[in-house]
Every structure is written in C-alpha cells, then in structure tokens.
C-alpha cells in the first residue's frame, strides 16, 4: 500500500518510487534519467520505447528460456537417479506385487530423462539462456555508460553521442540475432553436407569386380574414371561413337587372331613337307 501511494505523492522528480506501478526494477531506476535527460522529448521517447523495451524483451526472453531448461535438468537428474534404483529392485521377491508398477515406472522415467534430453539440445536451451542473459547486460552496461558519459561517451554531451549510442545499440542487436540463427542455419548445412557425402559412398558388390588383367575393368569405374561425376537422378546414355569404336576393335581383333593361326598352319605344313 506503501509503494501504491508513493506513486501518486512523491515529488522527488529522479526518486523511482514514482514509476513503482506496474513496472519492472530496470524501469523504476532508468525512467527517472530518461524524463530529466537533456535531450529533445521524443529522444526521450525513443529511449522508452527503443532501448527500454529491448532490454526488457531480453529479460523476459531469459526468464522464459530458464524455467523451462531447468524443468528438463530436474526431470533428467532426478531420473537418472532413479532409473538404476526400479531396475535394480525390479527382480527382487520383496516387491514381487508391486513388479507390474515398478516395470512401467521404470519405462516412464526412462522416457521422460531421455525426452527431457532432447528437448534441451532441439531447442538449444542451454545456448538460448545464456546468449539473452548476455545480451541483456550488454545493453544495460552500454545503457548506463550513455547516461554517465563514461568510456567511449566521455567528453561529449548526450545529444553528441545520440548516433554513436544507437549505432551500439543496433550492433549489438544485430549480432545477437546473427549469432542465433547462424547456428542453425550450420547445423541444416552440415545435415545436407552428411546427406551429400552418404548418397556419394553408396556402392554395390554387383557393380565391382576384380581381375588381374586391365583390359576386365569394372564398368563403373571405367564410368567413373572417364566420364565425370553425375547427380543422384541423371543417368548418362552411351555414346554412339564409342560403341562403334568397341565394336571395330572387336572385329580387328578377331581378324588378327584369324591372320595369327593361319601363319601358324602354313609354316607346320611347309615344316611336314621340308
């Protein structure tokens, strides 16, 4: 009741117990400075609305993130406590009634440690928590040295560092949603990577075969090793030319081989005349 009448009967123009009302801590303490800030009033606005309200996303984007990895943690910790306990008394004579209730008490817990799990590396619980949480005090640090013109605002007023502070701002913004979204933007590109990479090293036995001379070559490699590389849905139809060319140098080793026994027929006959 205290604070509720503050709101209305203070006259202490920087004192937060005027902006108690429905408002979180870093709204109590940052609208006093925004209100008596020497610059134009819809700067002041702006810093409200802008730099205020993101903050406060990001508080609130952590709060909800936090609650929720540490449900998944309770539920994995204790249940991978328990787990081994049911498994191990599940066998044992003194809970032969309860056997039936301790089985699916087993099974339960183990869906719910490993569903827990899951939720937690899908979501990337863990990396969201601490990415809002970081992000939230970079902007109240950068925040607050605007206010004190210290560190890189010092020397200058606060109308002269109004550019250099959004352009901060926005920086930081801009990382962080860069840093969100890269990541799984890598995890679909390494998906596709492992994709492409398994659909290359498929291969059958009925497709390779081995011999010592390098005129049987496996028709595949030869395909592989003359011809480049096609996709997954092409299919390369022979080449004329080539077929012709194979069928020519069958007939000329066909001639050949006629030509080689007849030499050999003709000089045993002139050997049985001699």
Known sequence: MGNTFACFSS??????HKYSCYMSDFEKRVYPLIDHIKLQKYQRSILKKRFAKLVLQYEELSTSVVWRYNICRIIISIGSMILPTLQTIQDSANVSDYKNYIYWSAIGTSLSVMTSNNLISMFELDKKYIMYCVTAEKLKSLGWKYFELSDMFAGKSHSDNWIT????????????????????????????????????????????YSSDSEDHISPKKHHKKHHKKLSSFDIE????????????????????????????LIDESLKKVI
Do not use: G
């Open 237 to 264: 139809a022979p080449s004329s030319i080539k077929i012709i060319e194979s069928e020519n140098n069958s007939e000329q080793h066909i001639e050949n081989a006629i030509h080689n026994i007849k030499d050999e």
């Open 11 to 16: 006259d202490n123009k920087f004192q937060s």
């Open 165 to 208: 502070f959004w352009n901060e701002i926005e920086n930081i913004k801009k990382m962080q949603m860069l840093a969100e979204y890269s990541s799984h933007d890598d995890k679909a590109s390494n998906n596709n990577n492992d994709n492409d990479d398994n659909n290359r090293s498929i291969t059958y036995d009925s497709d390779i």
